[in-house]
């Protein structure tokens, strides 16, 4: 189990396909830290893995051991293209972690201005409060981020 973790961190592909068609019950197996293949996939920012992992069909809102999602990683990274290829592929966009933090949250605090209009285009609720009672807009604005210009988006 640790060997297919081992080579999603190395960024080593074929091993990783190797590995998934020799048993594709691990697609949803767990670290120590409550990661799956995917989570840490898209943790290491890995586009390629990431997209070979969803067609084994993941459970793509698993949360690790502190209820945080593959989506949520992938916000307060920065990794546009993942949150992306994440949300098309059925992320829910509204999962809270233990914190009651979200990915919209997330990518607020970290001011990653592309994906918060990503996310509030993909129906991410903006009045979600995390556990000090802080909305992403109240971390977006700590940012220097203007949370209305946002909302105001053309397609």
Do not use: W
């Not at 914190?99 to 990518?107: M, S, V």
Request: hydrophobic share 40%; net charge negative; charged share 20%.
């Amino acid at each position: 189990m640790d060997t297919i973790f081992n080579a999603i961190r190395s960024e080593n592909l074929d091993m990783v396909k190797q590995f998934m068609d020799a048993d594709a019950n691990l697609i949803n197996t767990k670290d120590q830290r409550g990661s799956t293949p995917l989570l840490l996939a898209t943790y290491y920012g890995s586009t390629p893995i990431t997209e070979l992992l969803l067609t084994y069909k993941p459970d793509i809102n698993a949360q690790d051991t502190s209820g945080n999602t593959a989506l949520m990683g992938v916000c307060f990274k920065g990794y546009y293209a993942i949150a992306e290829l994440l949300i098309k592929s059925g992320a829910d966009v509204n999962i809270k972690n233990y914190n009651e933090a979200t990915a919209l949250i997330f990518a607020a605090t970290f001011g990653q201005k592309e994906i918060l209009r990503l996310l509030i285009q993909n129906g991410a609720d903006v009045s979600i409060k995390d556990n000090r009672g802080y909305t992403a807009e109240m971390h977006a604005k700590n940012q220097g981020l203007d949370f209305s210009e946002l909302l105001n988006f053309t397609e």
